[in-house]
């Protein structure tokens, strides 16, 4: 101990001195990879030192192995607590590269599926800091109400958590039927939960004082350190790109965006719970307004065959035998199949594989599957590089996005929410006590896998 920080008084005195703990990485509220050196002058944080990287991934470098489309199960891993919205971070990122637009009802899509996965993502945030300060039913209750939600991500993407969903130029699959009246009752659910929360929570005694004046930047601070998201609306800056810089269909959605006053835990607690009621408003209103689905408009027309047999006749030339059928492919497929197809996937041949239809039943489809599937193929977006935000669970989700012209990218780089909000943690820390470390952190919601990416 540096005995510059030993204060010694009169003779019978007790001698303090200044510690320094180490918090984490085997700390349960740490998540296992985050080191911090706080240096204490009794239960008051002095100084604190943030260690991350204890989980380097190597996204960026990994992204440029593989075709544009490998990407996507990599961005999945990014914030795996909302995968859906960097499916359609990185996907409207290289659509944008290429100069093409998905169809209407694949927009609608990607922001109904986008908007759980922000659900989920605040349930995961609230529900977990409240258990860390004892509110173990809270986290029961939030639990329980992101399995619905993730129940419908599987019925949609066939998984919870690796969705790898969204494809450039589409999304892999359209929505079941029967989709609507479960998101609604869901959604349904969901509010039932965030309403017995905010009665066991947000005026709960103990819950506040832990949390209110705890934690607290102002919006200067927040702002020069890149922070966006709660975070930063929390400290009163109404920005959103959701509505700042529109993508997708939110110009034509009606939702608020809540933000806070003082800056502080509490205030980042509010937020989130209101950032949920206005998601669930946004899904409400894409589920009214989406365009019809093939099941409405393009009901299935031929003989019903087998995938296999498709392929057997068409291998031997047998075209009339079929002519008037259609594939029933494997469950993995569905979605892939020509009904379906125009209403998911942009009318690109140089970005989307053709309908199992048409792969099977006649040259051209099979060479255009070939053509984005063969090594040194695939999608191939002109020379030249660009940058797409969204706005993702935990604030702006950047990919800037490079091409030299061939199947992989030159380059990707991510913007990670949490990484901004982590360079500011050593000062939302110093002056609280070593109690509020454990909320403070937990409100900064840190996902390792965006942020050591």
């Not at 209407?104 to 599926?113: L, Q, S, W």
């Not at 806070?260 to 509010?270: H, I, P, S, V």
Request: charged share 25%.
């Amino acid at each position: 101990m540096d005995p510059s920080h030993t204060r010694q008084g009169t003779p019978g005195e007790l001698e303090t001195r200044e510690m320094l703990l180490n918090i984490g990485p085997a700390h349960p509220a740490m998540h296992g990879i985050i080191r911090i050196i706080a240096k204490l002058d009794g239960e008051q944080i002095v100084d604190a030192d943030v260690e991350i990287g204890y989980l380097h991934r190597g996204f960026e470098k990994m992204s440029e192995t593989v075709d544009y489309n490998g990407v996507i199960p990599y961005t999945d891993r990014l914030n795996y607590v909302s995968p859906l919205i960097n499916n359609m971070g990185y996907c409207m990122a290289v659509e944008k590269l290429l100069g093409i637009s998905v169809p209407e009802r694949c927009h609608y899509i990607r922001v109904i599926m986008s908007e759980i996965s922000r659900i989920t993502d605040h349930l995961t945030c609230v529900g977990a800091s409240a258990m860390e300060l004892g509110a173990f039913t809270v986290f029961l209750y939030m639990i329980k109400a992101r399995e619905y939600l993730w129940e419908l991500v599987e019925m949609v993407t066939g998984a919870r958590l690796t969705v790898s969903y969204c494809r450039v130029g589409g999304v892999k699959g359209d929505l079941p039927e029967g989709f609507d009246e479960s998101c609604r009752k869901a959604l349904q659910e969901t509010r039932q939960v965030l309403a017995e929360s905010d009665g066991l929570l947000t005026r709960n005694r103990i819950f506040v004082d832990r949390m209110s004046g705890t934690g607290k930047i102002t919006a200067e601070d927040a702002v020069s350190y890149g922070i966006t998201g709660p975070f930063l609306r929390a400290t009163g800056v109404d920005y959103d790109v959701r509505k700042d810089c529109p993508y997708s269909v939110y110009d034509r959605l009606e939702f608020d965006v809540p933000v806070g006053t003082r800056g502080d835990n509490l205030d980042r607690y509010l937020v989130r719970m209101e950032e949920m009621a206005q998601s669930i408003r946004i899904i409400e209103q894409a589920l009214r307004d989406i365009p019809p689905g093939p099941f409405q408009v393009h009901p299935e027309t031929g003989r019903p065959i087998a995938a296999s047999e498709m392929v057997d006749q068409a291998k031997m030339g047998n075209i009339p035998a079929i002519a008037d059928t259609r594939a029933v492919t494997d469950p993995t497929l569905e979605g892939s199949a020509k009904p379906l197809h125009v209403n998911i996937a942009a009318d690109e041949k140089r970005v989307f594989l053709p309908p199992k239809e048409d792969t099977y039943g006649n040259i051209e489809g099979l060479m255009q599957h070939f053509k984005l599937v063969m090594y040194g193929h695939g999608v191939r977006p002109p020379k030249g590089e660009v940058y797409f935000p969204v706005e993702g669970a935990n604030g702006e989700l950047g990919f800037y996005v490079v091409s030299d012209g061939t199947n992989s990218p030159y380059r990707v780089r991510v913007r990670p929410p949490c990484f901004a909000i982590m360079s500011a943690l050593p000062k939302l820390l110093i002056g609280d006590m070593m109690a509020d470390l454990t909320p403070t952190f937990g409100s900064v919601n840190m996902i390792g896998g965006e942020l050591d990416r």
